[in-house]
Antibody, heavy 117, light 106 residues
Framework: QVQLVQSGAEVKKPGASVKVSCKAS????????MSWVRQAPGQGLEWMGW????????NYAQKFQGRITMTTDTPTSTAYMELGSLTYDDMAVYYC??????????WGQGTLVTVSS | IVLTQSPGTLSLFPGERATLSCRAS???????LAWYQQKPGQAPRLLIY???SRAAGIPDKFSGSGSGTDFTLTISRLEPEDFAVYYC????????FGGGTKVEIK
C-alpha cells in the first residue's frame, strides 16, 4: 500500500533552516510528483510547492521563492523540503502529498516545525 | 485564485444532509477542483477530484458538483465519522485551498 512517512518534529531558532524528509513506498516513486503543504496551528492549508520525482523540476509558491528548496533522492524514494530564514510565522505542520492529476491522493503524517528562541 | 468556502461552520444532526459551498474568484474550469476531509490531528484525506469524481475508497454518500466558479460538496446522510473540517482546492493555476468548513454535531 502507498505510504508517505515523514521525519520527526523539529525545533529551530529564528533565522535557521529546517529540512523535512518524506519517504515513499508502495508505488513507483518517479511516476508521481510530490507537493508540500503546510498548516499553521488552527489554520487552513497552504500549498508551498511541487517537485517532479521524474526529473526534479520544481514549481514553488511565490511566497516562498528564494528560501525554499525541494529535492528528491530516487534510490531511496525520498523527497525533501528545506525552508530557510525561519520566522515565528513558519511554525506549522508540514505535509508531503503525492500529486494525482493535480489533487493529492496520499499524504504524509505531517511534521511539526516549532520556531523558538 | 481565491477560494471562499461557506458556511464557516455547519451544525447538523446525524442523518441530515450537508451541503458545502466553494466559490472561486475566477473560473477553475470543470475538472480542477478537489475536496478533502480533515479530522483533528490527522492529515487531509482526498474525497473528490475533478469536481465530481470520488477518490478510491470514498463512499457514495459523498458527491461533488459544479463548474466554473461555483462548486458544492454534498454528504447525503451524516454519520458520526463525517463530522470534520472540509477543504476545497483548485489546481487550475497555482494551487490554492479554501479556508474550510467545519461540520459539527448539533
Amino acid at each position: 500500500q502507498v505510504q508517505l512517512v515523514q521525519s520527526g518534529a523539529e525545533v529551530k531558532k529564528p533565522g535557521a533552516s529546517v529540512k523535512v524528509s518524506c519517504k515513499a513506498s508502495g508505488y513507483s516513486f518517479t511516476t508521481y510528483g510530490m507537493s508540500w503543504v503546510r498548516q499553521a496551528p488552527g489554520q487552513g492549508l497552504e500549498w508551498m510547492g511541487w517537485i517532479s520525482a521524474y526529473n526534479g523540476n520544481t514549481n514553488y509558491a511565490q511566497k516562498f521563492q528564494g528560501r525554499i528548496t525541494m529535492t528528491t533522492d530516487t534510490p531511496t524514494s525520498t523527497a525533501y523540503m528545506e525552508l530557510g530564514s525561519l520566522t515565528y510565522d513558519d511554525m506549522a505542520v508540514y505535509y508531503c502529498a503525492r500529486e494525482y492529476s493535480g489533487s493529492y491522493d496520499y499524504w504524509g503524517q505531517g511534521t511539526l516545525v516549532t520556531v523558538s528562541s | 485564485i481565491v477560494l471562499t468556502q461557506s458556511p464557516g461552520t455547519l451544525s447538523l444532526f446525524p442523518g441530515e444532509r450537508a451541503t458545502l459551498s466553494c466559490r472561486a474568484s475566477q473560473s477553475v474550469g470543470s475538472s480542477y477542483l478537489a475536496w478533502y476531509q480533515q479530522k483533528p490531528g490527522q492529515a487531509p484525506r482526498l474525497l473528490i477530484y475533478g469536481a465530481s469524481s470520488r477518490a478510491a475508497g470514498i463512499p457514495d454518500k459523498f458527491s461533488g458538483s459544479g463548474s466554473g466558479t461555483d462548486f458544492t460538496l454534498t454528504i447525503s446522510r451524516l454519520e458520526p465519522e463525517d463530522f470534520a473540517v472540509y477543504y476545497c482546492q483548485q489546481y487550475s493555476s497555482s494551487p490554492t485551498f479554501g479556508g474550510g468548513t467545519k461540520v459539527e454535531i448539533k
